[in-house]
Every structure is written in C-alpha cells, then in structure tokens.
C-alpha cells in the first residue's frame, strides 16, 4: 500500500489526470466499438501508461514500450499493415531495449527515476536526415514487395518511428515530439482501416489519446532540460 501510494503521488495532479482520461477513452472507446479484441484494449493501455512514465524521463516507460511494441506488432499483422508490424517488432522494440539500457546508465545525479536529459550537434542532425532518408527509401521498396496497406503512410510511419526510436535513445526531448508525428500517421491509416472493419475504431482513439500524452512529454521534457541545466550551473 505505501509503495502504491508513493507511486500515486509520484505523479503531478496534471499527470494523473491526464492519464485516467486517457484511459476512461481508450476503454469507453473499446466498449462502444470492439469489445472482442481485448489485445487491442491491453496494448492500448500498457502503450498510454509509458508515455507517462515516459514524460518524467523515467526508464520504465521504455520497458512498457518494449511490451507495447510487441503486442502493436501483433495487431498490425491482423490488418495486413507489414509496416507497422516490421517497424515495432523490427525496430522499435530492439531500439526501445536499447533507449532502456542508455536511459539506467545515464540517471540524472544518480536518480534513477530520472534519466539525464542529451542534446545532439548540429552534426548529429545531418547525419540523422541522411540515415532517416535511407530508412525511408529501403523500407518503401520492402514494404511494397510485402504488398503493404495503404504503402505511402505505411512508409511514412517508418519515417516517424525511426527518428522518434533515435531521438529516444540518444535522450532528446525532442522524442516525443517525433512520436507525436507518427500519432498523426498512425490515426490517418487506422482510420483508413476503420472504413472497413468499424471495431478499428478503437485503435484511432488509441493514437489520438497518445497524441496528446507525446504533445504533454514534450513540454514535460522541456521543463526538465530546463530544471536540469539550471541545477548544474548552480555553485
């Protein structure tokens, strides 16, 4: 129970709330248009709960991501979209692992409920564009052999998840806002899905919830970078 109620109040009252609205809206949105897939609803609840976990720079939200990737992977495979299933099962588990394992080794003064906020070079900027082009260019060709749903977005998620896997594991706020592109994708091609099968319905209120929680781990990463440099020029 203590541990429990140190958890609770680990959180902002902004963050609490956030969070249960999310998922009031993901279940009530299962409810009304699924109310089968339970996978959908588990996964949708393990991805919004390390988004805020994720917001505090807290590592256990890549090990949720890990488990998320995993069950989205599976998901995507019902609905024929390849990409999505290669992109969390292909890259974005293995790089969650790896954001996991950057995030327990760089804590931030030696708290480990929070991770050191990094920056990237100018140069580190380029290089990412560059890699990020090749990405997409290669998965674009795989994805049509594997006769992907809805190739143009498909790809463009595969854009999105890359920079958002990169910018995760390389500790840059600017993670969130990466992944917050890729809800937009997202939402787009699951609405496309939900054109024919309507219980899809509830994977698009899933990525709009995740949407507003990258929008909030942004701004929550910006404060803390903020915090973090303060601290550190302090005598």
């Given at each position: ?19 249960c609205?999310?998922v ?16 959908t609803?588990?996964a ?15 590592p ?9 990737s ?12 390849y990409?999505?299933?290669?992109t ?40 990412l ?13 795989i ?5 992907t ?7 463009l ?24 592109a890729?809800?937009?994708?997202l939402?787009v ?5 939900t ?6 319905l509830?994977?698009v ?25 303060l ?5």
């Open positions: 129970m203590k541990k429990f109620k140190r958890l609770v109040h680990y959180f902002t009252p902004a963050e609490r709330l956030l969070w609205l999310s009031l809206l993901i279940t009530g949105s299962f409810l009304l248009f699924d109310r089968v897939n339970f996978l609803l588990c949708s609840l393990v991805g919004v709960t390390s988004l805020i976990f994720n917001a505090k720079g807290n256990i939200g890549q090990l949720l991501m890990v488990v998320f995993l069950l989205y992977g599976t998901i995507s495979y019902t609905f024929a979209y990409g999505e299933m290669i969390y099962l292909g890259m974005t588990m293995p790089m969650a692992l790896f954001a996991l394992i950057s995030w327990l080794r760089h804590p931030y003064q030696g708290n480990h409920a929070e991770v050191e906020v990094g920056t990237l070079s100018g140069r580190e900027w380029g290089k564009i560059a890699l990020t082009t090749v990405v997409t260019i290669l998965f674009y060709f994805l049509s052999a594997f006769h749903a809805n190739l143009l977005p498909s790809t998620s595969v854009t999105t998840s890359f920079l958002a896997v990169y910018l995760t594991f390389r500790r840059s706020p600017y993670f969130a806002l990466a992944y917050a890729n809800d937009v994708v939402i091609l699951w609405l496309l899905a054109a024919e099968q309507i219980c899809y509830s994977v209120v899933c990525f709009f919830a995740f949407l507003v929680n990258d929008l909030y781990g942004f701004i929550s990463w910006r404060h803390m970078a903020q915090r973090q440099a601290e550190q020029n302090e005598p």
